[in-house]
């Protein structure tokens, strides 16, 4: 196994840690996940499964939400700790979330509770070509767009 990068290791653990608190009668697979931001802050979340199966959001969402909840922008390491017998990948649809906001180098860390077995991957290689805001024209021209927050009052506008 390649060596966790050091900005994951403390992510796995904070994910680790609330693993216990995940949402998973459905599926019985519970998932944590820790971004670490660009202040180092760590924002964890868990799968949330709903009766309606459809609308189960995902612990690798549900941190990036609360990321950009918390402020953070600039995902550093993305981990994931679940109970599966081996470490899970982001889901499609997750990798596409992170990607707005994390660039194709950001590792993505996953452990798997029951084995303790740990596998990294770069986003790049998760998602390869991946569509991000620089496709979109006139959202702000690319990177920018990434970091989008509201003007303040009486702020220059655009
Ligand atoms: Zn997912």
């Not at 709903?50 to 950009?68: F, Q």
């Not at 029951?114 to 070509?129: F, Q, S, V, Y």
Request: hydrophobic fraction near 40%; include cysteine; charge should be negative.
């Amino acid at each position: 196994m390649e060596a966790v990068p050091p900005e994951c290791v403390e992510a796995l653990r904070e994910a680790e840690k609330r693993l216990v608190n995940s949402y998973a009668p459905y599926s019985g697979v519970h998932v944590a996940a820790a971004v670490v931001d660009e202040e180092g802050r760590i924002h964890v979340g868990v799968n949330v499964e709903n009766a309606s199966l459809g609308l189960t959001i995902c612990a690798e969402r549900a941190a990036i939400a609360a990321m950009v909840a918390a402020g953070g922008r600039r995902p550093r390491c993305v981990a994931i700790v679940s109970d599966a017998p081996q470490p899970l990948p982001p889901c499609g649809a997750c990798r596409q979330v992170i990607a707005e906001f994390a660039g194709p180098d950001t590792p993505i860390a996953s452990r798997s509770a029951a084995t303790g077995e740990t596998r990294l991957w770069t986003l790049g290689e998760l998602l390869p070509h991946a569509f991000t805001p620089r496709h979109i024209s006139g959202s702000g021209g690319g990177e920018e767009a990434g970091l989008s927050r509201p003007r303040p009052p009486g702020g220059r506008g655009g």
